[in-house]
């Protein structure tokens, strides 16, 4: 019986369409997909794509007392209870806003995708590069859910929380329904509870976009 | 996971599923394949990096066609797109049958896969998506509401809409009548 099925199936025809008989090699496939895993390790997003095992692998710990940087400015109390939040004043891109940054922080950069925060005077200035830095992102747009972990509600609003590495993850839904992702170092010292309160002073504007993957 | 047992398991995916994965989505490209080549690999890569989630949920195909589904409908918004004309000049219709002579249930022999294609090049990509995936891939239109974002009522207007304008594309050449002989309709579906 012609049906669209048919319809569809013959403007498979005349080469547009591969034989659905033919067989298929994975290899190039497979090439792909480790090469995409690999950058993906090497910026840092494989904590949002499952596997962070890698991030691990290339974050560079924080040195308390000892190096040069923000770290070896550290207190005690600080280290025991990270690094202070404090109000923020100053410009912010397109995207995102926050309230409070970490002591000591600024914001790198942005764009609809994501927000950026590094400790002042970081080498690595690329804002595609997520690695020991706190991030700021709607969640993928691949991503169903919050993900596993624990519960971290975030001004009233559900939230999971998780450390995968040297990174945590927080995933709450903000005030409008939107899932957002934030990524922070583990050398921030901060708990589930002052993550949230860092996420509480997010505000997601419209021009902000989902990624992907 | 170890990297040997995700891509033992990754390539049994893609020998099983790529062929038909590619096919669906030259369907969604209206016949370009270079477009669909594009979308698939896409597709599997994110696919490969995923794996390890996903195989333990066991929707690796629902998850390529996510993403297959979703770079249709982003490219297709990118203004390059727009600009791009990626469908060959209509062909020539030939001209409607004598009455009579196709039956119901017949698609005419004059409809060929060039006029298909073109066909559905000039079908918004939404409407194409809603067609391929409720008629070429039998999903539900809860399934289909889904994939594509959007409330299951969208997706029967938009298969609706999308039958009625192939059947207008096609009506000329095919001598298929307003009551479209030979095309099912949403009712008759899931």
Known sequence: MNDV?????????????????????PAADLARGRGLLRRRRLMG????????????????????????????RLGAHQVTAGIALVAYRGSQPAGYQVSEVPNGWVIQGGNAYALVLAPQGDKNTDINVFVGKLVVMLQSRDATGPGPGTSQPVAGQPGRFQVQGDTEILTYKDQKGA??????????????????????????????????? | MP??????????????????LLRSACLLAAGDTHRAEDLVQTALA????????VRRSGTQAAYAWR????????????????????????????????????????????IDGDQIRAALAALPPRMRAAI??????????????????????TVKSQTA????????????????TAGGAGMTTERSHR
């Not at chain 1, 403007?11 to 591969?18: F, I, Q, S």
């Not at chain 2, 994110?46 to 989630?53: C, E, T």
């Not at chain 2, 391929?132 to 009522?153: F, K, Q």
Request: charged content about 25%; aromatic content about 6%; some cysteine.
């Open chain 1, 5 to 25: 099925k048919d319809l569809l199936e013959r403007a498979l025809t005349d080469g547009h369409g591969p034989d659905p008989a033919q067989g298929a090699e």
């Open chain 1, 45 to 72: 997003l494989a904590g949002l794509a499952g596997g962070a095992a890698a991030v691990a692998a290339v974050a560079v710990p924080l040195s308390v007392g000892g190096g040069s940087g923000h770290g070896a």
């Open chain 1, 179 to 213: 899932w957002v992702v934030i990524q922070a170092p583990t050398k921030l010292g901060w708990s589930a509870g002052r993550l949230a309160q860092f996420a509480a002073g997010v505000q997601v504007l419209h021009n902000a976009q989902q990624g992907r993957g």
């Open chain 2, 3 to 20: 990297r040997s047992l995700r891509d033992e398991e990754f390539s049994v995916f893609v020998r099983a599923r790529r062929v038909e």
């Open chain 2, 46 to 53: 994110r696919l490969y990096v995923a794996w390890p989630r």
């Open chain 2, 67 to 110: 993403i297959i589904v979703n770079a249709h409908l982003d490219e297709v918004r990118q203004p390059r797109w727009r600009r791009e004309h990626y469908v060959p000049e209509p062909p020539d219709r030939p001209g409607a049958a004598a009455p009579g002579a196709a039956s119901a249930d017949a698609l005419p022999d004059g």
């Open chain 2, 132 to 153: 391929v995936l409720r008629h070429w891939m039998d999903l539900s239109v809860e399934e289909t509401a889904s994939l594509l974002r959007c409330s299951e009522g």
């Open chain 2, 161 to 176: 809409k999308a039958l009625a304008r192939l059947r207008e594309l096609l009506a000329d050449g095919a001598g298929m």
